[in-house]
């Protein structure tokens, strides 16, 4: 299967406890994808530069680096 919508190239990828599958690109989204049947679930921005790295964290978090010299955090509920 594949997942598509970034309109650039995929930098990293991460998995949640719950098989969510988060997707950080060049073009400075993260993009949200039902682990299950690889729907897109919802696109979060705010970086104004590539996304280059993520990670799920505790409590729901998902903390976002990029080049814009940010680290953004998200709640993943």
């Given at each position: 299967?594949?997942?598509?919508g ?9 998995v ?5 599958v988060?997707?950080?690109s060049?073009?400075g ?44 955090v998200?709640s993943?509920?």
């Amino acid at each position: 299967r594949r997942l598509e919508g970034h309109t650039n190239w995929v930098q990293c990828l991460a998995v949640g406890p719950d098989g969510t599958v988060y997707s950080g690109s060049f073009d400075g989204t993260i993009r949200v994808w039902s682990g299950e049947d690889g729907a897109h679930i919802r696109t979060l921005s705010g970086h104004s530069e590539p996304v280059f790295a993520l990670t799920v964290g505790l409590n729901d978090k998902l903390y976002t680096g990029s080049l814009d010299k940010s680290i953004r955090v998200w709640s993943t509920r």
